[in-house]
């Protein structure tokens, strides 16, 4: 049976009880549109706290744009947001901040394109399997969840590369592992910083304020 973990009042129906169960209802009319819903190794996390604009948002944005250009042409595929991904052998059913997901993981099979209610064509609403990269953003109601089940489950999955930042305190904690048979791993280059075997480059990811005072973010490659 599925145990709840809900940051704020979410109704969750009582026969959610199995991964399965939790596909369907995710799915389904009754799914609810906004806040965050997980299955992580049959729990149900639930956050419907607003997503911080300065440590989160903006910081989202800024790494999509960045890796945008490394992505396009090069048979890499970047999603944002409500994107579901799915694996049978991690116990997990996320929507994580960042995936991306190469064609020849689509074309090897390891990850499968799940089509969209009504079969239409090149219509799909989850993945299914290990994406190549995940990204989580550290939020105040997810710290145990994005530090420590999440990393379990991604690894159990069998995701090549996780990449956690956390940017609510006065430094920006940006790592990116890669995927060992123990576990995860930090992945840096020679000279110390964050190494992407998928992008084959390093990165540093650079926090600064524009001429108001406001936070804005930089990832930048490196060597």
Known sequence: MATVHVAEQCLIPGDVA?????????????????GRIDWVASRIEVDMSPEDIFTHGTLKTALVGRL??????????????????????????????????????????RVR?????????????????????????????????DTQRLPAAYHAAGIPEFWLIDARGADVRFTIHRHEPSGYVASVTTDGHAFSTLFNRGFTLVRSRNASGRFVYDLAAVG
Request: aromatic residues 6%; hydrophobic residues 45%; negative net charge.
């Open 113 to 145: 394109l799940v089509p969209a209610s009504g079969g239409r064509p090149d219509r799909f609403t989850e993945l299914e399997g290990a994406p190549d990269l995940v990204v989580e953003i550290v939020s105040d109601a997810s710290v145990t969840k």
């Open 18 to 34: 199995t991964l399965a169960a939790f596909r369907r209802w995710a799915v389904s009319d009754e799914f609810p549109q906004t």
């Open 68 to 109: 945008w250009p490394l992505a396009h042409g090069n048979g890499i595929h970047l999603f944002t947001g409500e994107t579901r991904v799915t694996s049978v052998v991690g116990d997990l059913s996320v929507e994580p901040d960042v995936v991306a997901v190469s064609d020849a993981a689509i074309d090897a099979g």
